[in-house]
């Protein structure tokens, strides 16, 4: 149930943000996002939003070939404040970026 609560806060927070999350998570704690909006590089949009946002995300790459430059991944297993810390954290440093 906890973990339903952190999708459900997850999702439409970085679908907001511009980060289309393509398949809802079910079963798993991480989202799927598409940064292709932001960047040609997901690699590239990680390390800034982690100098930027101080929020670590993980580059497409590391789970195959597929799109992966279009795709980062964003762990839920964290506690809601910190989650949410997190959004307002990459929702400041990508602001005026599309």
Known sequence: A???RRRDYVVPALQGLGLPVPV???G???AWADCSAYSTS???FCFDMMQR?????TPGRDFGPAQAERFLRL???SALPQLQAAVAQLGRALQGRR
């Open 28 to 30: 798993a704690f991480y």
């Open 24 to 26: 809802q998570p079910d």
């Open 2 to 4: 906890e973990f339903r």
């Open 75 to 77: 762990s839920f297993a």
């Open 42 to 44: 997901s690699w590239d």
């Open 53 to 57: 946002a101080h929020v670590a995300l």
